[in-house]
């Protein structure tokens, strides 16, 4: 266990529609990042949080959305949903920078 | 740029043998190296990680070697086992503006360790 949790684990969708994964970072770590995994692909960063100011973007489409609060928890938003979004969203963090932990990912499907 | 090269793509060996995978960075100013270990569906893991200060670091059967000059690090695992079978990521630090990093990992390694 890595002590980074996201909620759900699993979720179905419609095209169209919009989900928020939810992320609880290990106590004290203060950063947050959230990544993507497709089938057989690699993780594609998607946004940085640190403290609750964004610090980085990769490669985030428009139609996602993050956010930290005061409490250090992060949301992923993803709206306007589409087939090619069906993936494996991981949520890591770390304290300020070095060992970043993952938590076990939540896999969204799009039908 | 941020680029990680890894290699190779797959990787098969049989239980027992050593095993060794390799990536190249392009930043410079890159001075943190974790390698992680994804089972299928599941969570990458920190198995090992160096820095740039460090030549070389070993954790039982796993090892991971730097070189700062030619902007490469290899992970080594040795006497193979079966449950060693997963994919392999390694990742290199990248500075931002503003003093944040964030890590740029290479596109993985399947590693299959036959019995």
């Known amino acids: 266990d890595s002590g980074v949790t996201q909620t759900p684990k699993h979720l179905i969708t419609a095209t169209g529609q919009r989900v928020t994964l939810r992320c609880s970072p290990r106590?004290?770590?203060?950063?947050v990042y959230w990544y993507q995994q497709s089938l057989d692909q690699g993780l594609q960063f998607l946004i940085q949080?640190?403290?609750?100011?964004?610090?980085a973007k990769g490669n985030i489409l428009e139609r996602f959305s993050a956010q930290q609060f005061p409490d250090l928890h992060s949301e992923l938003n993803l709206s306007s949903l589409e087939l090619g979004d069906s993936a494996l969203y991981f949520c890591?963090?770390?304290?300020?920078?070095?060992?970043?932990?993952f938590g076990e990912g939540s896999w969204l499907t799009v039908v | 740029g941020e680029n990680v090269e890894q290699h190779p793509s797959t990787l098969s060996v049989q239980e027992g043998d050593s095993a060794v995978i390799k990536c190249t960075y392009s930043?410079?100013?890159?001075?943190?190296f974790p390698w992680y270990k994804q089972e299928l569906g599941k969570r990458p893991q920190l198995i090992i990680d160096?820095?740039?200060?460090?030549g070389e670091k070993k954790d039982q059967r796993i090892a991971v070697t730097l070189n700062k000059t030619a902007k490469h690090f290899s992970l080594h695992i040795t006497e193979t086992q079966p449950e060693d079978s997963a994919v392999y990521f390694c990742?290199?630090?990248?500075?931002?503006?503003?003093?944040?990093?964030?890590?740029?990992f290479g596109k993985g390694t399947k590693l299959t360790v036959n019995p």
């Open positions: 890591a963090s770390s304290f300020t920078f070095g060992q970043v932990f």
């Open positions: 106590s004290g770590d203060l950063s």
């Open positions: 949080y640190y403290n609750g100011e964004e610090r």
């Open positions: 930043d410079s100013a890159s001075n943190y």
């Open positions: 160096i820095r740039s200060n460090v």
């Open positions: 990742a290199a630090s990248m500075r931002l503006q503003g003093g944040s990093e964030k890590l740029v």
